[in-house]
């Protein structure tokens, strides 16, 4: 595995594979692997000659206040991690590359991203779509993986590839749990033991949301009153959001007629944790 940080190296590379008529399957992180993660990879290694893997804390999209700092980092273990999941090029580049003095181009997708976690996390999806935009200009993929878990994420930059014109394919994927049913994620490991055994009832709101659908419930009042009694009932939990919502637009819905989103953002402690699903209507 090659490891690259500097930019000019990274497009270096891109350029002579894309000259030798290989494809580039990419994966932009900010590192703390986990088996979502490899996931991703895993999929870039089925479909592409050569799978770039980036580890990048993008300081842009924290606010401040946020985690930025305290971030999981852990070089070491993400090398060896994405070494064995067959990772051609590890790309780490560096925040005074990427932002230098004068930095002041930032991308600014509308609509979806004022809604969901947009209205708790001012600034992040601008720091999100900016830095993915830069990561794509040089790596030069022909696809991009992202995961289900941070759906709203996944739309944002399908939109953004879309709006301007982008010839890269975004490819998305289910979100891989723990055993208890908790979205992976590289936030669970700042969760002590009580606070972890709090955190899956995001899991179980979904599920309960899932199980009324199937049973024929349509109100999504009704759906949403019962999510909200199951993580109220964990003392640790406080609620940001619970939404039902249209899985293009974001958009509330009242009533389940098609395809519809429940997405959720709860606070566990100091730790902000989101998770979805879709509920399916035939
Ligand atoms: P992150 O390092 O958290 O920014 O995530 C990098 C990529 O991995 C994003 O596309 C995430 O959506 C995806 N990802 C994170 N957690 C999971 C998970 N549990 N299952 C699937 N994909 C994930």
């Given at each position: 595995?090659k490891?690259?940080?500097?930019?000019?190296?990274?497009?270096?590379v891109?350029?002579?594979?894309?000259?030798?008529?290989?494809?580039?399957?990419?994966?932009?992180?900010?590192?703390?692997?986990?088996?979502?993660?490899?996931t991703?990879?895993?999929?870039?290694?089925?479909?592409?000659n050569?799978?770039?893997?980036?580890?990048?804390?993008?300081?842009?999209?924290?606010?401040p206040?946020?985690?930025?700092?305290?971030?999981?980092r852990d070089?070491?273990?993400d090398?060896?991690?994405a070494?064995?999941?067959g990772?051609?090029?590890?790309?780490?580049?560096l925040?005074?590359?990427?932002?230098?003095?004068?930095?002041?181009?930032f991308?600014?997708v509308?609509?979806?991203?004022?809604?969901l976690?947009?209205?708790?996390?001012h600034?992040?999806f601008?720091?999100?779509?900016?830095?993915?935009?830069?990561?794509?200009n040089?790596?030069?993929?022909?696809?991009?993986y992202?995961?289900?878990?941070?759906?709203?994420?996944?739309?944002?930059?399908?939109?953004?590839?879309?709006?301007?014109?982008?010839?890269?394919?975004?490819?998305?994927?289910p979100?891989?749990?723990?055993?208890?049913g908790l979205?992976?994620?590289?936030?669970?490991?700042?969760l002590?033991?009580?606070?972890?055994t709090s955190?899956?009832?995001?899991y179980k709101?979904?599920?309960?949301?899932e199980?009324?659908v199937?049973n024929g419930?349509?109100d999504?009042?009704?759906?949403?009153?019962?999510?909200e009694?199951?993580?109220?009932?964990?003392?640790?939990?406080?609620?940001?959001?619970?939404?039902?919502?249209?899985?293009?637009t974001?958009?509330?819905?009242?009533?389940?007629?098609?395809?519809?989103?429940?997405?959720?953002?709860?606070?566990?402690g100091?730790?902000?944790?989101?998770?979805?699903?879709?509920?399916?209507?035939?």
């Amino acid at each position: 595995m090659k490891i690259i940080t500097s930019i000019s190296d990274m497009h270096k590379v891109s350029l002579a594979l894309k000259g030798e008529g290989r494809t580039i399957g990419f994966v932009p992180t900010m590192g703390a692997l986990h088996k979502g993660h490899v996931t991703l990879i895993d999929k870039a290694k089925r479909e592409s000659n050569k799978v770039v893997l980036s580890i990048f804390v993008n300081p842009i999209q924290f606010a401040p206040g946020e985690d930025y700092h305290s971030y999981p980092r852990d070089k070491e273990r993400d090398e060896i991690m994405a070494s064995q999941s067959g990772v051609d090029v590890l790309f780490l580049p560096l925040a005074d590359e990427m932002y230098p003095d004068g930095y002041e181009t930032f991308v600014n997708v509308e609509g979806i991203t004022e809604l969901l976690c947009g209205k708790f996390r001012h600034g992040h999806f601008k720091g999100v779509a900016t830095v993915v935009l830069k990561l794509f200009n040089i790596v030069m993929p022909d696809r991009a993986y992202f995961g289900e878990k941070d759906y709203q994420q996944m739309l944002v930059i399908k939109r953004m590839v879309n709006d301007l014109n982008l010839n890269i394919d975004i490819i998305n994927m289910p979100t891989v749990r723990e055993e208890d049913g908790l979205a992976m994620s590289s936030r669970n490991t700042y969760l002590d033991s009580r606070e972890r055994t709090s955190a899956v009832s995001l899991y179980k709101a979904l599920k309960i949301s899932e199980d009324m659908v199937k049973n024929g419930e349509r109100d999504t009042m009704k759906i949403i009153n019962e999510m909200e009694r199951i993580i109220r009932s964990e003392t640790a939990a406080k609620i940001d959001y619970i939404s039902i919502c249209d899985p293009d637009t974001l958009k509330d819905i009242k009533t389940i007629n098609g395809r519809a989103l429940a997405a959720l953002s709860v606070r566990i402690g100091n730790t902000r944790l989101i998770d979805n699903c879709m509920l399916g209507v035939k």
